[in-house]
């Protein structure tokens, strides 16, 4: 695109997205008298909208998802050529590039063995739910079947997984939930939760006891597993503090839960060095799901990943008509998810995008430690890889978050120089400061600086 596109060439695809289409994450009122974005073509890092104007997307595609960027012509080619051949058969059979991408993801996944496929994160948490539920019953006389997830944590948009939903705003409205999910601490420093003492212990180490008193109290023989995200992503961007994952699989082993990794953002190359988050803390999981940047979401594509025993559970009584695992994702048997997501995946390979993600994160997180500098509205920034955060206050020494009104300028004013910024957005109340980053695995220095310096002139003009 040339950016020549007037706005009558587009006329009946906004009245008919004005019309028709409901958005997510989003109101639909100003639409009576305004018009909804409509994103018409994308190609690298850039995207064009309904009238011409064009973008530098630095949160791959509004959630994390497109890790290659746009226009990946080899992708679409494979998922083509793959659909000509078959393009569906359900998940109780296999399929050419279920086969081929199974052993490529695990490849790249040591101490894992299975993959099952399914269409959503969502999704792909809920049967990583469902077997910990079912193991409970088949070993532990249906008595370990509490699920223990994280404040400030998402896994997903069902009722399920909102029943293991940290941000209490994204479940305002939505309950009752499912019974025996109970939450534990978050492990975010910045705002460290009372009761710990710095002279004592690490915050990473006393943020991971505060699991094992949820375990004491519960009973040990109540919970099966343990869900989290290695990275908390749209709850703040928080990383781990040092000692944390350690402890944690110290605690899973302890009292036989099944340690549940949610890498539905962080999967598939978005915090650099490794394939995966978890990676970085040297853990073993159970059970590791992901979707978003497994196909850059070029097909819809998600997978529950579990070890060999954790699948040997299903199979060990062949002569029990309940003994395998009761379930099956219709999207999941589609063939344009697995084929895309081997060629997404060569993309990386080939490219040194693991590599390019962690230079160009480097760069990213010095460029925010600049502002962080030259801003006192700036209070935190981390992240790991193309995936960092910025938290803005309005007092540095209480802490005290801006207003959402005010993020919300932030994010129009970069708009407004033709950069798509993110923001925590409806999930912990009074805590939706945080503005988040993660462009494409592709991208290059000047890209980098130029999301920086439209943050930059967005805070002048917010904060002054």
Known sequence: MDGTLSQNDLSHVVDADRAHVWHHLIQHKPFETGEPRVIIEGRGMRVWDQNGKEFLDAVSGGV???????????????????????????????????????????????GMSRVYYTNSGSEANEKAFKMIRQIAHKRHGGKKTKILYRDRDYHGGTIG????????????????????????????????????????????????????????????????????????????????????????????????????????VCGVGRTGTHWFGYQHYGIEPDFV??????????????????????????KDDADDPLNYFRDISTFGGCTAGPAAALENMRIIE????????????????????????????????????????????????????????????????CGAQGVIIGATNRSVPGLNNTLCFSPALIAT???????????????????G
Request: proline residues 5%; glycine residues 10%; hydrophobic residues 40%.
């Open 64 to 110: 994390w998802t497109v890790n290659v960027g746009y226009g990946r012509e080899s992708i679409a080619n494979a998922v083509r050529d793959q659909l000509i051949k078959l393009n569906y058969f359900a998940g109780s059979a296999g399929s050419v590039p279920g086969a081929l991408f199974s052993e490529k993801l695990i490849s790249k996944m040591p």
């Open 161 to 264: 997984t909102m029943s293991a939903g940290g941000q209490d705003e994204r479940n305002i409205q939505y309950g009752p939930f499912v019974p025996d999910f109970i939450r534990v601490p978050h492990c975010m420093e910045y705002r460290a939760q009372e009761g710990w003492n710095p002279e004592s212990e690490s915050y990473g180490e006393w943020a991971a006891n505060q699991i094992e008193e949820v375990i004491l109290r519960e009973g040990p023989d109540t919970v099966g597993g343990l869900c989290l995200e290695p990275v908390t992503a749209g709850g703040g961007v928080i990383t781990p503090p040092e000692g944390y994952w350690q402890r944690v699989q110290e605690i899973c082993r302890k009292y036989d839960v099944l340690l549940h990794i949610d890498e539905v």
């Open 289 to 314: 799901t992901m979707a978003k940047g497994v196909a850059s979401g070029y097909a819809a594509i998600a997978c529950c990943v579990t070890t060999e025993r954790v699948f040997e559970m299903f």
């Open 350 to 413: 080939d490219e040194g995008l693991l590599e390019n993600t962690t230079a160009m994160g480097d760069r990213m997180m010095d460029n925010l430690q600049a502002l962080m500098e030259k801003h006192r509205v700036v209070g935190d920034v981390r992240g790991k890889g193309l995936f960092l955060g910025a938290e803005l206050v309005a007092d540095r020494a209480t802490k005290e978050p801006v207003s959402e009104k005010q993020v919300a300028q932030v994010l129009a004013e």
């Open 445 to 463: 220095p000047d890209d980098i600086d130029e999301i920086t310096e439209a943050v930059d002139k967005a805070l002048t003009k917010v904060f």
